[in-house]
């Protein structure tokens, strides 16, 4: 990536056309370095809609950015005045972390140097003396951190809440001590639900610069974290660009990397290796991290009668590696060890669903339930390390399948929060599969999942480019939104009301700008409406003028309705009528605007 | 519309590019002139997957069509030798049909010739001596007619379910005897979840062309019916062109015609008048026609509280009405009169709920659960004219108050069919409102919706254009297949299954073909993998080959699973699975193709 490549994408991304019409704000907290980003739509009748941000500082005009220099580290001080943990030398970076191999031609020493990432140094950090310094062991203690209080302001609840949810094991709030650059965010039930992006080149295509838009691009239009899923070369750099200049949580899938260690090889993989992964991505500062460690030997034989066997990648390399040895799971059997690392950097748990299910046919089958009680007893392990965890779930599930999925997870994983990819509702549609989730992912988080992990249009078919990220990423915000308003979470209905009400009284400019894509609704608005006065016009192009049932009901709310109709008995409502109905006909039955025209 | 024009549309509808891989079947009725249109997926492995076909005789390579002259009357005989119809002159045409008024410069004398359509001339028929004509009359008699028998080799199940469910008043089969194109289909909880397309010109856009077009390229992608919302000029001939090319029953609503024909001024619309146009409609062949007999004048006051009032075209002019003449809606005082007519035609009613909800505040308000007790009672009415009837649904419900809109509707109006618009589930995402109302069809179509009305992505906007359409029947087929599998429909996850099958075994070409939009598809996979031998390859962008879990977890299938392992124990599973992993290590611990490549 070319510097001047890398300051141009950057650039596009602050400057998307919808920008304009959103306005960066905070809200303050108990200290000074404490200021919580937020949306702020100001509406043309004078008052403003304040909404959840997770765009980061590229949308805010007074922050000067550089993808080559990386954000600002927010949470720095936060992390080293709470005096638990220590700088030190770190791993050395290796030519095969960007899988560049000894037996390349090329020669192994050589790194892609033009690619490497040039800003500020930094030595990692861990924790000191085997402490906890996860906000799991913080909450458990009683200690409200600046992170919770960050989160609580976001999620308007009390810090009391937010320290209550995560000491319960109900909720996390990823965010490794060597990621100080993001901004607090909590994923639990009893707050917003949140919507994850996966990024990631692989063998095939893309490139680092196109992940860094992407991901950037993903939190513009409100993804909450952001997994970087890289499979192909340059694993590493490519996720150093991503994690200096990400505002919000990064996940991986370790495995992956490790897989490439190896060649590719599953059978070759090794715990040390796995570990030498683990220490590199905790360093870097991954704040969660998928784990297929509930893949057994045992349930490998469970798949074999499935339509679609095994289509987590990670559950595969694992299923592979079991069948290749006959020995249990290596992630299983050293999970312990493994807590402890991730306890020393605070790195979350996200305790991958490797059986889950690919098809219709294969949801909640015995594979994915025997599973699923195993990655109940690892959150058991991983709270006991005062490590946070959340559990991963499908995938493919009918609709009428898909409530037990929710009440089983939680159940069985004592309500840590739930996470899921979807789920598709049906295996007929490809090339609209961010649909056939996005109504899986709207029911099961009405029934209390925590994440949806998005799923774009070229699911199945491709890699997606940035407008699959943007397609994904807005299906996803709307079944998040619609769960939000079944789940009554306090102040969601906000957001319709401002819309609906702009919507009512004609304010054009405002429902475009109260819409979760602006630029696409006011664009489908403009193509049979274009002129200025339409934006002011008391109609628009679906019904035309006279047969506008919004303006013949305001007519019917003026005749009725003085301000505050609400206060009227249905009494005084009806007595009302009458007379309306009365001066209406006496008025000569003109309607508010004339009906025709 | 020249007929040039409109050839060249219809042929750009029959030569869509995956027409190709879709081929036309047809299943044998009991008597030569009924044949059931299917759509047979050729598959690469030699099997064919048979699915319901909607797309009329343009699909058909064997049948020449031509929109100036109309589809072939293929119910012509069954309605006459029924013996209980007979032709009259029928009501001329008036040039105030079209919308051409005395008062305009133009003259009122003029009409439009080059637009009149030009097919076969056949006079009107209706009912002889007061006779039920209905579906329902026949059904309560006992009879089953070729419609019934059509419809039940359609849903594969016996003609005798069809009648009952017909008799009953649960399932509707709408088809005007004026209307012998259609090719009967059923709309009930029991059978397959259906889906209709809005059409429509309005005063600001489009023209007679464009809509025939949207209509046949609606049902190309699985429209089950269509309903005609023309609001501007050329209403009547619009409405020829598109019953005399439709394959599919036709909806409208009549009150939009009946005000075109006072000049948009709502106080003075008449009985009469109305009257005159549910004539009109029903000799050229309206299978359903939408009536907001359910807006009461005492319901009126209700929506003065209301966020968004009244929102429904039909139902704010029904209570401009009321409003302006402080009188009972008149729909609801000559209902009786309107049962006799639609009785005399076939024509089923879609009662209108015109004080739906507009936006998430407004969902289940006192308003719409008052009309919905009156279309209740008017159900009871229209039955006891043995007219067929559907009741109208929601509009804009956040999903925990879906369920409750279904029950209620099922208890007050009999189990008759509920037919929903979306429902929406936010109000806050204008532009994708195909994506927020999906999820609320798939659940209220899972909790018994019989048909769903579809919404495009311009709702709120403006009006679908040709992608708009496509993009919004395509939403919907998949909320009413997602429903049809939580149903558990006999036959419906078979679907499924041959697309799982196929993306298992990587038949590429398979996957597309079986796929809701086959172009698309193929399209997004292109993108990255354009090349002839990746339609072929075992392994797809997303992941690379040395990702792909899919080809992991055959192989763990191939080591396991010999042919019938469903038949095996799990302890036969587990002993199979001691002995490959030993065989898998002697032979080296090759996977299936070489994991790195």
């Known amino acids: 990536m070319t510097n001047q490549d890398a300051q141009a994408r950057a650039e596009s991304a602050r400057s998307a056309e919808a920008v304009g019409a959103w306005h960066k704000g905070y809200l303050s907290g108990s200290r000074p370095d404490l200021r919580v980003p937020v949306r702020r739509v100001h509406l043309t009748n004078g008052t403003d809609l304040t909404l959840y941000d997770t765009s980061g500082p590229y949308t805010d005009p007074a922050v000067p950015t550089d993808v080559r220099r990386g954000l600002e580290p927010l949470r720095q001080n936060w992390i080293t005045e709470r005096n638990d943990t220590e700088e030190y030398p770190g791993r050395a970076p290796r030519p095969e972390d ?27 950090r861990r924790a000191r003396d085997g402490r906890a310094v996860t906000q799991l062991g913080y909450a458990r203690r009683g200690e409200i951190t600046p992170e919770m209080e960050y989160v609580a302001l976001r999620e308007n609840v009390s810090p009391e809440v937010v320290r209550d949810e995560i ?41 680092i610069e196109e992940e860094v838009e992407k991901m950037t691009w993903a939190t513009r239009w409100g993804a909450d974290t952001v997994m970087d899923l890289s499979t192909g070369r340059n694993i590493h750099t490519t996720r150093e660009w991503i994690l200096r200049n990400s505002p919000v949580p990064i996940g991986t899938v370790p495995i992956y990397q490790a ?16 570990r030498d992964t683990i220490i590199e991505q905790a360093e870097q500062g991954v704040d969660y991290m998928t784990v297929h460690a509930g893949v057994l030997l045992r349930y490998v034989p469970l798949t074999a009668r499935r339509k679609t066997g095994i289509v987590s990648r990670g559950g595969s390399i694992m299923a592979a590696w079991c069948l290749a040895h006959h020995r249990e799971n290596f992630l299983y059997t050293h999970f312990e060890e493994l807590c402890e690392i991730l306890r020393a950097y605070d790195i979350t748990y996200s305790l991958g669903d490797g059986l889950r299910p690919g098809s219709i046919a294969d949801a909640n089958d015995d594979a994915q339930l025997a599973e699923l009680r195993t990655l109940g007893e690892l959150n058991r392990i991983a709270k006991s390390h005062d490590v946070q965890t959340m559990i991963e779930g499908p995938g493919h599930v009918p609709m009428h399948k898909i409530k037990e999925n929710v009440e089983l997870q939680q159940e069985l994983c004592d309500e840590a929060p739930f996470y899921t990819l979807g789920p598709l509702t049906t295996d007929i549609a490809p090339a609209y599969d961010h649909i056939t989730s996005a109504i899986g992912a709207a029911m099961i988080a009405w029934w209390g999942t925590a994440m949806l992990c998005y799923v774009t249009p070229k699911e199945h078919l491709g890699l997606p480019d940035r407008d699959d990220v943007k397609a994904g990423v807005i299906a996803y915000k709307i079944a998040a939104h619609a769960a939000d308003l079944a789940k009554g979470h306090p102040g969601a209905q906000e957001w319709d009301d401002a819309l609906s009400d702009a919507r009512f009284e004609f304010r054009w400019e405002d429902q475009f700008n109260l819409a979760l894509d602006p630029d696409t609704a006011r664009a489908y608005h403009d193509e049979t409406l274009p002129a200025e006065p339409a934006k002011t016009a008391h109609f628009c192009s679906m019904c035309g003028p006279k047969f506008c049932s919004m303006k013949i009901s305001k007519t019917v709310i003026e005749r009725f309705g003085p301000e505050g109709s609400e206060a009227l008995t249905d009494e005084q409502v009806e007595q009302g009528m009458l007379e309306k109905s009365r001066e209406f006909a006496e008025s000569g039955n003109r309607l508010y605007l004339p009906l025709a025209d």
Request: aromatic share 4%; charged share 25%; hydrophobic share 35%.
């Open 259 to 274: 897989l490439e260690k190896v060649d590719g090889r599953a059978e070759e993989l090794t715990w040390e290796i796995y």
């Open 98 to 124: 960007d899988g560049i191999r000894h037996t390349t031609p090329r020669g192994g020493e050589l790194r892609n140097l033009d690619a490497v990432f040039p800003g500020r140094p930094r030595l990692p």
């Open 167 to 207: 000491a319960a094991g109900r909720a996390v709030l990823p965010a490794n001590i060597n990621h100080p650059e993001t901004e607090p965010m909590i994923i639990g039930k009893r707050f917003l639900v949140k919507v994850n992006a996966n990024i990631g080149n692989s063998a095939v295509t893309s490139s």
